[in-house]
């Protein structure tokens, strides 16, 4: 490193960003690696560390560690180092110097911008890798960092002087070319040309001075220590290790980033093919009803599936845990075939599809648990339960009065304000605790062996059926569907209704609801499930504080839900007396509904 500048390490792997562009070595991002995802944020704050540098509040940065595994090659042909952790700091330092020479040329410092091109930027003699950049972009980044050079390259006297071997070999054209490279590149550029014009308008005209001043704190005051593994599937056994300030790996890429590892010396094409047929209809499978998130999703499926296959396993080590089953397994595909077992179970019950293509009955069931958003906690053991159906362990109707059984417990315990959190130990292990017993009775029999986890009784369910504020609970929304459906009417999708308040949650000082409710009245039920009706929105809005006189056409005439037509047809009046006969309906349904 460069006088003034100090290491932060005592590693003597700590090295500078000179030292790692330079030279004769390729970088390689695996083909199947996620894409460049640092955000803005993460740019503004690469750039507050340069601007620390410039300013000399501080004299070294330390961007951290990056994992790396050197790949065989020819003699003749440059070293490759392929990337196993550190992808988005390379990308961004790299994308630095690309930035740096664009903004040297905008300034007419043509030999700066050759120079800085041919030492960090492409390998200068001919080679066999699918570019001559040094570093090699995963399949999804490919288009962007191409635009990225085609940009530099728009100065024709910059073009003319690198043309022949040192001209930029564009790779595959794959991915967003205007994705996070594009975007992040373009932010680069316009923090430089910003320093540029500051320095400039001092009047000095030390525009230039800076942006080399840059470029120096750039490769030689940033450093990183670089950590070679034997193995590419060392890597993840030691990058939560590494500093956190850095995108953290999932486990989605760390069971990605194992399955292909597998294929660490095989060609593009045949990763691709694994990807292709393979790996990427698993995972756009978890992208259901057009989910911008469903990455989210597709991280949450991993320890459910973890604990249909050994329930005393952590989350913490989920993943440890699937790479020692794998480890006697050499097929990506086969190991990506098991992990889609309870693929379609799963998605049923996050999204309510119908993906599983069991009996119509259980179906119905499963997707009664989705509405209700029942807990995680519980889909290890459903997944278990419908995987035995489509396996012919279990008849369908079995199946179908086990997860009634289920729902009622779940429903009893939220109307009651039982907290989820104890229900993960009584089912991680009901499957196996059934021991092939797997009755309704049998199981709930296991369930009531959990001293801690209650399963309420008739009475306390009513207590709070009559008594319990439900307008905020997840659960309402379903409750007040199926109670639309017991009255005939069909059972609307959760998302197309909201809740109505009878009694108006904030009625007007001077409305006539106040004579006949109490204000204490008021406060006591005004939330309670006797109290509210599923609504489309559009009703909802138009009558928030009406008098009932005003509700009850509107319920009658307007509604596309039965049950508000119901209650109007019902109730002439709505005050207390007609609240408790309410109430006492909807117990004496619900307790038939969800059986004790």
């Not at 992990?339 to 309510?352: A, N």
């Not at 209700?372 to 459903?382: A, K, L, Q, W």
């Not at 289920?406 to 109307?415: G, I, K, M, Q």
Request: proline fraction near 5%; hydrophobic fraction near 35%; include cysteine.
């Amino acid at each position: 490193m460069p006088i003034g500048a100090r290491k932060l390490t005592n590693s003597s792997d700590e090295t500078p960003i000179s030292n790692l562009f330079s030279g004769d070595l390729v970088f390689g991002i695996p083909y199947f690696q996620r894409a460049y995802k640092w955000s803005p944020k993460n740019i503004e704050r690469f750039e507050k560390d340069l601007e620390n540098l410039l300013d000399y509040e501080d004299t070294s940065h330390f961007l951290g560690a990056i994992i790396v595994f050197g790949k065989a090659t020819s003699p003749s042909e440059s070293s490759y180092y392929e990337v196993i952790d550190g992808q988005q700091r390379l990308t961004t330092c790299y994308l630095s110097l690309i930035a740096l020479a664009k903004t040297f040329l905008d300034h007419g410092m043509i030999e700066d911008a050759i120079g800085l091109y041919q030492r960090y930027l492409v390998v200068l003699h001919k080679t066999n890798y699918i570019t001559n950049a040094k570093l090699i972009c995963c399949k999804e980044d490919r288009a962007g960092i191409n635009c990225v050079f085609h940009d530099l390259t728009s100065n024709s006297e910059f073009l003319h002087s690198i043309q022949g071997s040192n001209e930029y070999k564009p790779m595959p054209d794959t991915g967003n070319p205007k994705g996070k490279v594009w975007t992040n590149y373009s932010l680069l550029c316009k923090f430089f040309e910003k320093k540029f014009q500051e320095n400039e308008k001092t009047g000095e005209g030390q525009g230039k001075s800076i942006l080399q001043e840059l470029y120096t704190k750039l490769v030689e005051y940033m450093s990183v220590v670089q950590i070679v593994v034997k193995d590419p599937t060392d890597g993840p056994k030691i990058f939560d290790s590494l500093n956190s300030k850095q995108e953290p790996m999932t486990i989605g890429d760390l069971v990605r980033n194992e399955l292909f590892s597998r294929l660490a010396d095989k060609e593009d094409d045949e990763i691709d093919r694994l990807d292709r047929d393979y790996w990427h209809p698993f995972y756009e499978k978890f992208k259901q009803k057009d989910n911008a998130q469903f990455d989210k999703v597709f991280e949450q499926y991993f320890f459910p599936y973890v604990l249909t296959l050994n329930h005393n396993i952590k989350k913490a080590d989920a993943f440890n845990f699937l790479r020692e089953r794998w480890a006697v397994e050499n097929s990506p595909k086969k190991i990506i075939e098991e992990l889609s077992k309870y693929q379609d179970i799963f998605l049923d019950l996050h999204y309510g599809t119908k993906l599983s293509k069991v009996d119509p009955y259980l179906e119905k069931q499963i997707l009664n648990l989705a509405m209700m958003e029942c807990p995680t906690s519980v889909y290890p053991f459903i997944m278990h339960v419908v995987g035995a159906v489509q396996e012919n362990v279990i008849p369908a109707d079995k199946a179908q009065q086990i997860l009634i059984r289920v729902e009622s417990f779940l429903v009893r315990r939220v109307v009651c304000g039982y907290e989820p959190t104890g229900l993960h130990a009584a089912f991680k292990s009901l499957w196996d605790d059934c021991e092939g017993d797997y009755s309704a009775d049998n199981v709930v029999l296991n369930i009531r062996k959990h001293p801690t986890v209650k399963w309420p009784d008739n009475e306390e369910f009513e207590k709070n059926i009559i008594s319990r504020p439900m307008y905020k609970v997840r659960l309402t929304p379903y409750i007040l569907a199926e109670w639309n459906g017991h009255l005939g009417g069909d059972v609307p999708e959760l998302h197309s209704q909201q809740i109505e308040h009878v009694l108006p949650d904030s009625p007007a000082q001077d409305s006539n609801w106040f004579r006949d409710w109490g204000k204490d009245e008021h406060k006591k039920y005004k939330d309670c499930i006797a109290n509210l009706l599923p609504i489309s929105g559009s009703l909802n809005a138009s009558i928030q504080n009406a008098e009932y006189e005003e509700k009850k056409l509107r319920y009658s005439n307007d509604s596309a839900l039965k049950a508000p037509r119901e209650f109007a047809k019902k109730y002439d009046v709505w005050t207390p007396i007609e609240f408790e006969s309410r109430a006492k309906s909807m117990v004496e349904w619900a307790i038939d509904r969800w059986k004790y």
